[in-house]
T-cell receptor
């Protein structure tokens, strides 16, 4: 069974640009969550999508947005990039509906903003 | 705002030594998970604890959940170089049926041969 796939693996952008990251969850998983990981702040929750609907949202500015498609694949978008957006962006999937439940993480997209 | 305090932040030990990592919060968790992350990879789930006082063992790793479900610990016996990595605790509040977890800052463990 394929794991969580995130693309691209690495990305370099400049300030002011926008970026779209993609996540393909494990087959059969309906929930996708996004996290930002930085050396200073650690892992912080961005948002969760379940069956194409946003279920939870973290404390990030509106420049961070996401969506989920009918096949459960998800994308997150960051507009007007800032230097502080440089981070490892991790996607995690779970089946959804189980309490508690395992989260399966992808390898992440390393974003560098210059 | 829920916060998870994890300690210590860094740990460098010799192969064969024992160690304990702690995770504390002022809030009651509905469940708590421990992950291990290696450089360039995403975190991998080691264990989930749900019941206060619960103890789970995974080979040389022992996980405890505090009676009040506000704290947890990870104990590694006879550490090996292969245990090197970043260990993260993560808690869920309210329903555990959620992809929203609050993570501790992590403990970077280095085990020297």
């Amino acid at each position: 069974k394929a794991g969580v796939t995130q693309t691209p693996r690495y990305l370099i952008k400049t300030r002011g640009q926008q970026v779209t990251l993609s996540c393909s969850p494990i087959s059969g998983h309906r929930s996708v969550s996004w996290y930002q990981q930085t050396p200073g702040q650690g892992l912080q929750f961005l948002f969760e999508y379940f069956s194409e609907t946003q279920r939870n949202k973290g404390n990030f500015p509106g420049r961070f947005s996401g969506r989920q498609f009918s096949n459960s694949r998800s994308e997150m978008n960051v507009s007007t990039l800032e230097l502080g957006d440089s981070a490892l962006y991790l996607c995690a999937s779970r089946r959804g509906g189980f309490d508690p439940e395992k989260l399966f993480f992808g390898s992440g997209t390393q974003l560098s903003v210059l | 705002t829920q916060l998870l305090e994890q300690s210590p932040q860094f740990l460098s030990i010799q192969e064969g030594e024992n160690l304990t990592v702690y995770c504390n919060s002022s809030s009651v968790f509905s469940s708590l998970q421990w992950y291990r992350q290696e450089p360039g990879e995403g975190p991998v789930l080691l264990v989930t604890v749900v019941t206060g006082g619960e103890v789970k063992k995974l080979k040389r790793l022992t996980f405890q959940f505090g009676d009040a479900r506000k704290d947890s610990s990870l104990h590694i016996t006879a550490a090996q170089p292969g245990d090197t990595g970043l260990y993260l605790c993560a808690g869920a509040w309210g329903s555990s049926n959620t992809g929203k977890l609050i993570f501790g800052q992590g403990t970077t463990l280095q085990v020297k041969p």
